[in-house]
């Protein structure tokens, strides 16, 4: 039986400044179980993360938690039944999902996997879920011996063959009094598995891993869903990004941790807003972003080639840690050991591939640069915006230990200069980050 009417009208749309950014949609469906409480975390972890949310609440679910802590939290309204004309007229169940960038059940009951995996659309939940073709991410929870029964890990196998994303739950204590795999993940860890699977959705277009996808980064792009807006249309981004790795001698280099993320992200960002993207990319570990043409390579010399050969661009974002010295000359053999005195090391300062870009006679119209700078963030930004005459230069702070900085690392703090004022995002996932970014620049060409 399906539960009554029960959607709360707080705020039927997220924050203005949310949507003006192009935010992720969460669509979060709540199942019946103890652990429905952390539901009401990864809410709060979701919105201060950047993203929107928006949840149905199973009938099951309601007996946990709440409609009114949700749609607080959640910041809109709560949907938990097919039949409400309300619902109908201003948001059909269908648009709930259409509208989600990512479906995530949390916590996924044995009963709402059964149904999954049997097809069954008898409430809202299982109704959406059949209907829908958005990625989605069921996070299971519930009693040891429910999880380990055959029924359930047939149905968890039915699942992933039919393309949903499971997050194995934790083992431990359990509320019933048990000990063994079926908590749920803490919220933190779900927040987590979210943005890594936004990622790669975003990276590939479609949750696969690209080598799932074939060798051609094209293979794979999903067609343009026409209802959604290609702002950068017809535009040509150039985005660089990693590192580069200056050649000591064949065994050694000189590096820097820069991972490649935040302008992996960007160009999977501007390639979502319809954009014709080059990437450059330094030596990283990562799969290419659909939609993207990936030019790798691994000298700042070749960096700077590979970007002169892309242009003319619309737009250059230029996030590369290039490396600011190479060796004076490679060793074409190993160097050894002399004694006790350590090898020489004579270095020549790498061209400037930003600031050549800002006198090349074919100058992108929007010139971004980044900023790596451990204090003095905004003066130092602007002094490097005057210094390598560019239009933007998106700051980041890079102080912190080791594995707790923004190198390396999957968030980001920014500052963002122009010619006209600063604005700062506070920590935010680089995928945000880039969305923000490519929503400033598809304005600033609007
Ligand atoms: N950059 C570049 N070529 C270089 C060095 C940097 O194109 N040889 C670009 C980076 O891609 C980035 C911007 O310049 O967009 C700033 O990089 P950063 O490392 O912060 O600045 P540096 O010029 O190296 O200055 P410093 O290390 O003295 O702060």
């Not at 026409?226 to 590192?243: F, I």
């Not at 591939?353 to 451990?374: K, M, V, Y």
Request: aromatic letters at 2%.
């Amino acid at each position: 039986m399906v539960q009554g009417t029960c959607c709360l009208a707080l705020s039927p749309l997220a924050p203005k400044s949310d949507r003006m950014a192009n935010p992720k949609h969460i669509l979060l469906i709540i199942g019946g179980g103890i652990a429905a409480y952390k539901a009401a975390e990864l809410i709060r972890l979701i919105r201060k993360s950047g993203m929107t949310v928006r949840c149905v609440l199973t009938e099951s679910g309601a007996q946990f938690v709440t409609p009114m802590t949700l749609a607080a939290l959640s910041g809109n309204e709560v949907h938990s039944t097919l039949w409400s004309l309300k619902d109908e007229t201003e948001m059909g169940h269908i648009q709930l999902s259409r509208e989600a960038d990512l479906i995530v059940i949390c916590p996924a009951t044995a009963n709402l996997l059964a149904k999954m995996a049997g097809g069954i659309a008898d409430d809202l939940a299982t109704t959406l879920l059949l209907a829908t073709d958005t990625p989605v991410l069921a996070v299971p929870a519930m009693n040891v011996r429910m999880w380990q029964h055959a029924a359930t890990q047939r149905n968890l196998s039915q699942l992933q063959a039919d393309g949903i994303m499971v997050m194995p739950p934790d083992e431990g204590d359990m509320a019933c009094g048990e000990f063994g795999p079926g908590r749920l993940p803490e919220p933190e860890a779900v927040l987590a598995k979210i943005s890594s699977v936004l990622e790669s959705t975003a990276l590939t277009g479609t949750g696969l891993a690209q080598s799932e996808l074939g060798p051609n980064p094209l293979d794979g792009q999903p067609a343009f869903a026409p209802d959604r807006h290609r702002p950068l249309r017809g535009k040509h981004v150039l985005v660089t990004a990693g590192p580069t790795h200056e050649p000591i001698d064949p065994v050694r280099y000189i590096a820097n941790r820069s991972s490649g993320r935040q302008g992996f992200a960007i160009a999977a960002a501007a390639a979502d807003a319809g954009a014709q993207v080059t990437l450059v990319a330094g030596p990283v570990h990562l799969p290419t972003p659909a939609g993207v043409m990936r030019i790798d390579v691994e000298t700042a010399i070749e960096m700077e080639q590979a970007v002169h050969d892309a242009l003319p661009a619309d737009v250059a974002i230029m996030v590369a840690a290039v490396a600011d010295w190479r060796t004076d000359s490679q060793a074409g053999q190993k160097i050894k050991k002399q004694g006790a005195a350590p090898a020489p090391l004579k270095l020549t300062e790498n061209p400037d591939i930003l600031a050549g870009l800002a006198r090349h006679e074919q100058r992108p119209g929007l010139l971004i640069g980044f900023a790596a700078e451990t204090e003095k963030i905004a003066e130092h930004a602007k002094a490097k915006l005057e210094k390598k005459s560019c239009d933007w230069i998106v700051a980041n702070d890079v102080s912190g230990p080791v594995g707790e900085s923004v190198m390396g690392g999957t968030d980001n703090s920014v500052h963002i200069v122009t010619r006209t004022g600063t604005e700062i995002w506070e920590r935010l996932l680089k995928m945000e980050v880039a969305r923000r970014l490519v929503a400033k620049i598809s304005e600033e060409l609007a």
